[in-house]
């Protein structure tokens, strides 16, 4: 079991260190990978990123407790993907390109002329991926505990260490390469081992026999609940992947894409992926609720699963596939944050040019920097992977989801419009997670519709001051004439 596990180590780390030779010393190498990947990377490592450790740890749990109710999210991020894909990637990575623009924040700076944009935008950026990162390693924390009784502290140290150790020399082009790997690593378990430990319990009509003699209520559309909470769940599960577009670790592979085909022949693949991936993570916590049905905390069904009916061989592999989600994830955020920070925010607030290499320097000191506080709050230990990454994703959808849109297909949006649909999206799903309501509705969906209203309202009544400023002045000329 170790074996293996060292082995998917070394490799990873040797791809994540061979990147760096192949990345030129310049800020687009460093952020973008020189904007040259092909379908199958733009669209595995996208798929790779946006599977983080919530799915084996934090979706499985969820499945565990909720039964196949989860199975709303499937519908919810095949729409989620399908905007990303069909309506965001194409526009995006040309205006992206035109604009010559390194991340997003930097697209909406120069979409509107508005420095104010970028340094908003990648404060939010950064004070949700630090959440974020720490539920990657509180995942990793629990999968090392279980499956090789490692310390939880000690498991996601580890986990942070090995991950800014390839992230902070390779660059993005690091972050893609090992995205594809751990990718495919991740796809092959997620169809074996559901399909496997289904036929092993008897095919699915005795796989749902068992659940429903275990709890009847695993088996209803909404976990038990009824009326208001019952439609309150299930708008909450599928709009969970409406969040799609507004992540900006996920869209930012459709800046680094070659050229349009890539985009195009990414699409099938990305599609492919989010069914696999959504039906094998349900399935998972599902499959653990029969096997071992008294968990005191459900984040651990998977491991505990993998541990009680896998050869040690397979136990490696799988564990490497739980890493391998971890790990794509956080070095993607890491990539991102690291980028809002040492590169957007400096610029727009210290007003100066700086040398590729100067960038590039402060980008690893940043890089070591926001690893120690995501460790430090994985190690605080205070809520659950899927919690976190909740609130995270429904923080960012909120945010830039609506605004993206926008920004690639209208021309009625203006920079207050931007500025306030953001604010104003962060600031309603943390007002909505502190209310009641939560309970009944993910905070994202009212995030989202706040924020696309401020757009368009802010955005209509500045355009209409402008027309009435411009129309004044001219009659002022007028009169002075």
């Known amino acids: 079991m170790i074996t293996t596990f060292v ?11 061979f990147a760096e030779r192949y990345m030129s010393k310049s800020e687009e190498g460093y952020y973008l990978g020189d904007r040259n990947f092909g379908p199958v990377a733009t669209a595995i490592s996208a798929g790779a990123t946006d599977t983080s450790g919530w799915i084996f ?14 199975m709303w999210m499937l519908p919810g991020f095949v729409v989620g993907y399908f905007i990303n894909w069909f309506v965001v990637a194409p526009r995006l990575r040309r205006l992206g390109a035109e604009y010559n623009c390194l991340s997003i924040p930097d697209f909406f700076e120069k979409r509107y002329g508005s420095n104010l944009l970028k340094i908003t935008s990648s404060v939010i950026i950064a004070i949700f991926f630090i959440a974020y990162m720490g539920s990657q390693l509180t995942a990793a924390g629990k999968a090392f505990h279980t499956i090789i009784d490692i310390d939880y502290n000690t498991g996601l140290i580890f986990s942070a260490f090995f991950v800014l150790a390839y992230t902070v020399f390779g660059g993005y082009r690091a972050v893609v390469w090992t995205d594809v790997i751990q990718g495919f690593i991740m796809i092959m378990v997620l169809v074996t081992f ?57 869209i930012q592979r459709f800046l680094s894409a070659k050229d349009d085909k890539s985009i195009r022949e990414g699409t099938f693949i990305a599609m492919v992926w989010v069914i696999i991936v959504m039906m094998g993570s349900n399935l ?10 008294s968990l005191t905390d459900p984040e651990y069904v998977f491991p505990q699963l993998v541990m009680e009916t896998m050869h040690p061989i397979v136990i490696g592999v799988v564990l490497g596939a739980i890493f391998a989600a971890i790990q794509s994830t956080f070095s993607s955020q890491l990539m991102v944050a690291t980028q809002s920070l040492a590169s957007d925010l400096l610029r727009s607030i210290s007003k100066r040019e700086y040398t590729n290499k100067q960038v590039i320097t402060i980008s690893r000191i940043t890089m ?7 460790t430090g709050l994985a190690l605080m230990d205070i809520q659950a992977v899927f ?3 909740l609130y995270a994703w429904a923080g960012l959808g ?54 696309t209203i401020v757009i368009l309202a802010v955005s209509k009544w500045t355009s209409a001051s402008k027309r009435k400023s411009i129309s004044d002045q001219a009659k002022t000329g007028m009169i002075n004439r």
């Open 7 to 17: 082995v998917y180590l070394v490799l990873v780390f040797l791809i994540g260190l």
């Open 57 to 70: 740890i934090g979706a499985a749990g969820y499945s565990y407790v909720a039964g196949i109710s989860t």
């Open 194 to 250: 559901p399909i496997y430990m289904i036929i092993k319990l008897g095919g699915w009509d005795s796989f749902f026999a068992r659940l429903g003699q275990l709890d009847p209520v695993l088996l209803t559309p909404a976990g038990g609940s009824v009326g208001a909470a019952a439609f309150g769940i299930i708008v909450g599960l599928v709009g969970f992947g409406l969040g799609e577009p507004g992540q900006p670790h996920i």
């Open 284 to 293: 998972l916590g599902l499959i653990g609720r029969i096997l071992t049905p």
């Open 368 to 374: 070591v920097i926001l690893s120690i506080l995501a």
């Open 387 to 389: 919690t976190l990454v």
């Open 398 to 451: 909120a945010s830039f989801g609506p605004l993206i849109i926008l920004a690639l297909y209208s021309n009625a949006v203006t920079k207050w419009g931007a500025f306030w649909g953001m604010i104003s999206g962060t600031v309603t799903v943390v007002i909505w997670k502190s209310t009641p309501y939560s309970v009944y509705l993910y905070e994202i969906i009212p995030g989202m519709l706040v924020s």
